[in-house]
């Protein structure tokens, strides 16, 4: 179902923006685990809305509630863990309005068709980037699962309205860049580059207009033959899963859509005994990742996201009641640019999958 | 499970290139259905190796043989459609070799450590791109199960070792524009474009090197309203299929990777009402899709394909066997180029996918 | 995975006895209802413990909470619809005594050995009777999906104790029928019956003992067409259901394991035109199902629920962590009898399966 | 989807009983294996037709071909395993005839709503007895897995036309007596018993008439720990897969429909310490199962057939085509009693569906 991801662990979100809260089910997570909670809170922390001045000035706690999966030692009983997350800051006004006239670059008029107007209009419902506020509880989780097992997984903003962090060579990135580049404000390697984003984030903001920018996220450690292949690889399963974070409008791994116009031996990378004897390339243009299974090297996923479509500056539409064009302008909080609060998000989507496939691979030790 | 796509209709995909067939069996087509297979097979053969000069030389007639779903009437009967597609030309051998010298760029040593070391080696196995003609197959039906529904799905090469094809806005694009491209060589608007991408596939298959390129799929006609949010969106589940076909890196929907250096106001399409009272968008950034579902307007994909990583070039690679390193030259059939070919698995793959989510929109109208 | 259920409706249930909660998360309603939730209630109220002085003295208002799925008007918004029900009279105590001698006939052995002791042990954790609220939540919104299309669902408690209610055809039940034995403390058709089933549970009480009995299910007006061949037809799904109720042991429909001694002039069920035009059967051995797809007749399925487990009289068990044999005194609050109660759960997921079928049903009219 | 099977194996069926062949593809098998194709074929030959004066002369080889899933060793390679097997003895006539008189007792009406006329008439099409070769077939794959790890599965006719098998205590039950079963015309554990079926057979047989029967199968040395809670336990998705056999109304476990009138004190099975440290019960009501999850005792399950629908007697039924009602015999080939030949099915059901539940408890050891 659409909610729904994972073959080993299962994830399972709802929720909309103004219901009475958001949430998540995890099926299949190993029973007696002592999770670490606030290191899950501190993650939720990072893509919570009102905590900078880039964002939203809506303010949520985002501290989920567990409200099953645990014995009463707090350990993970083997039942699925459910997790609420209330909302609570939510204005809802003029709800008339909001159903008359979609949003340009929102869901409101395709869900308007599909659901035959009955969609849940209120702060973007179940199509709000709230909604990764369970995903990211859910990769909070499989982050401390992966971690166990030597397998760190980050990502940063590659670049926001144009302005680019450091180009980095993903064999070259260590744990401790990303850890980095998650204190930040904005998550870069290039503290640098961060003003200089910021700018641009407060010049659209003041036109009254929004920014888009590029995800990049990597996990290392990650060991080779996880991944199915055909339509469950890393690939695959990734992409289908950051495609549920709002506003993401392509996804391309290692050298992406730049091999398009590279020729094989340049983009083919060599295998090479290292000195611990294990095999690794030298360079990683297949981002660790190849006929869907992993090869040992880091996983390098980029993502594209959009520019906020939710602008200050008036917008031609149509309303819907009267048949006939009109005028917008979307008051309301948001965001000038997503992609500070969406790193976490693409982090968890990862970390999410990953561990599922991780997980997968004990049953093929069957034999 | 990882050869199945699809929620309402079901794919599951089997074989590999060397064993005795490959196939597919297809659950959930609709009873009564009369196929026309001339046109099934007429749409294989835009795949079948064999065909140009820029294809691999292995020649396979690739008709599938219908083993059941039928009835006495050849109609669909409401039972699965199984098909195989025999493996012919097959030519396999020194499996020993294969066995310990992993091509760089292929699965092979990913394969080695999944499976431990008892992967079908001969001729890539199950990740060869001969599994793409069952995916062809099962899109073949769907085009003409879309056809009567008046949705065109068609695709070209948007780019071939970095030579463009003409860029077109995707409002503007027609169904005989798409005929036209799928009757030529290479998949492209402009005829132009075709003889200066087939001169630097030339140029790389002499040098023993391989080139990639950019696949661009269009849906036309296909309604508002279809596609299921978060995790079975449009782009998440046209991503897993395209992912399913060996050699794509990345994939984008309408403006893609540009949108992210976008500002709102520029990326945002305005909704308006047509003279047929119809809701479109003059621009089509959005590329028919918001939040996950179809809005009306043309849905556009591009996936980026790598150089085939099968070169003459000797490269590095490891003994498996020995533990050293080592010197491999891929000697065997191969394309230079997989686009031409890979043209119609994007297709198929996107009509599968809609026909899928078109099928699941009965559904809603259950209220 | 294991707590779902359905094919177009998804239901997954999660929860232990004393977690703050249980629930469960609905995907795939249709947008636009407005259910009727007293009548929800009401139905939930039947399975409720503590209403009768056969059943647990634990009270639960077992009123759910809806936390998401439903727009300002309070109609299905087409999102996942997420429903809370509190545990509030959990009285968990002596954890070490509950995870040291596991319960003959609970789940507390096996649970222990899968979950490795890390399993919750308090009030039988996840495998407790309570999580059939959650199903019967699910259930009564689908028995109201159902009624609008003519459908009726509905049980009895056929026997308790070896006690039983009269022998009815099941061509011969009626709506009005299974709304009586509903309002019944125990819903019987002879209320006759009642009186003499009462007294076996009492009787069985005051020994420190449990009794069991067979609930008998029926759906009236399901239309024929439904269910799909092989593993998901009206009896694999309803089965598949059914067993999710703890202590169900076995389940029949129509004839059941009585057809097992039958000869097939006997057994079959002669095609009749009514005089209505319709095609019916005179007799209903085939339950309203053939090959695993319905012909319009009642569905009728028996399941037998073993007495229940936990019993005030001494028993023999381990000590798992002494590793040796112990006595055990089920003390705590349980039902003598969970018939009674069980026959709300049973409808509900007789309701829960039949509407899934019934909403697949759209599909096919897509030819 | 419905024709599939197993959440780690996973199973899908296909074909029709006239079509050019039936089959099934396999995903998620161990590599490496090598599987004992004699003893395959061995267990294929069990439930083949035309061995038996008992069953229809309709012959049949039933020697699967393996089209995909094996390396060129013949172990298997990761990719799925999909099988064909041949329907060449096949006899379809008068289809009109077929179409348009519904036989009392099979699908064939159902069928007809449910596919709007174009199912597939010939010899019952999918829903004939001939769909359990291929389950057959990956039950006898998956029995030589269990029996690497120690579990035995085997059944035996418990009872045709109302004549009984011997009554054993499942804790008595031995992988010898299984072998000894299945190496009968009639799989019994007294052979005494034998003769008595057959003459019922065949005198319902001289009458133009059938019987049916209950099988009883047994799991040995399934270890505890395997199962999920809720509806993925033991006896869920061993009642979904066993009701996927043609003509199976009722399927119990343990005690069964029995335990409705026991006691609790009677009913639960006491735990004690074997010498061998072994946690085991004396009895085994609870058929090794609790909560859904195994408990390491016998797995005991108990299926009723229906005598066969096909009998030579004159039968009512309806015209389709003119709206009337009229008279049928069935001519064609048919068994008096399929127990004998679904013995070998109930088998298959069961080891596949364990084997499955094995293999997912590998994830389990994750922690």
């Known amino acids: 179902m659409s909610n729904s991801l994972g073959n080993n662990l299962k994830l399972t979100i709802f929720g909309q923006s103004h219901a009475p809260a958001i949430g998540c ?14 290191a899950v809170n501190a993650f939720m922390a990072r ?8 964002s939203t000035p809506r303010r949520e706690a985002d501290v989920p509630e567990i409200v099953s999966g645990l014995n009463e030692r707090g350990e993970t009983c083997g039942a699925p863990l459910a997790a609420l997350i209330a909302n609570r800051d939510a204005r809802s006004d003029d709800y008339e309005r909001l159903r008359d006239l ?4 929102h869901a409101d008029y395709a869900a308007w068709v599909k659901y035959g107007g009955h969609n849940d209009v209120r702060g973007g419902g179940p199509f709000s980037g709230r909604l990764t506020a369970p995903l990211c509880f859910a990769g ?3 982050l401390q699962l992966l971690a166990v097992r030597g397998v760190t997984v980050g990502a940063r903003a590659l670049s926001i309205a144009g302005v680019e962090d450091a180009r980095v060579d993903s064999t070259e990135v260590t744990p401790a860049m990303l850890r980095a580049a998650a204190s930040r404000e904005i998550p870069v390697f ?7 984003m910021r700018l641009e984030i407060e010049k659209a903001a003041q036109a009254g207009d929004s920014v888009g920018g590029v995800v990049e996220a990597f996990a290392l450690g990650f060991p080779a033959g996880c991944g199915e292949p055909m339509f469950d690889g890393v690939e695959n399963q990734l992409a289908r899963a950051v495609f549920g974070i709002p506003a993401v409008r ?9 091999a398009a116009a590279m020729r ?26 190849l006929g869907g299974i992993s090869t040992g090297m880091p996983v390098v996923m980029r993502a594209a996201f959009k520019p906020t479509p939710s602008i200050a500056l008036e917008q031609d539409t149509v309303s819907l009641s009267r048949g006939e064009n009109a005028r917008l302008s979307a008051a309301g909080r948001h965001d000038p640019c997503i992609v500070p609060r969406a790193v976490p998000a693409v982090e968890a989507a990862m970390a999410f999958v990953l561990c599922d496939m991780l997980m997968g691979r004990e049953k093929e030790k069957w034999t």
Not at 25 to 38: H, N, Q, R, T
Not at 102 to 105: C, D, E
Not at 250 to 258: D, H, L, M, S, T
């Open 25 to 38: 089910v995890i099926e299949g997570l190993p029973a007696g685990i002592s999770f670490d909670w606030d």
């Open 102 to 105: 979609p949003r340009p670059g």
């Open 140 to 142: 909070a989780l499989c």
């Open 264 to 289: 094989g031996s340049g983009h083919n990378d060599a295998f090479r005994f290292d000195a611990d004897g294990a095999v690794r390339t030298r360079t990683n243009h297949h981002a660790g990742v």
């Open 250 to 258: 392509g996804v391309e791994f290692g050298a992406g859509f730049a």
């Open 190 to 196: 290039d503290e640098s580059a961060l003003g200089r």
């Open 47 to 54: 893509r919570a809305p009102g905590r900078s001045a880039l």
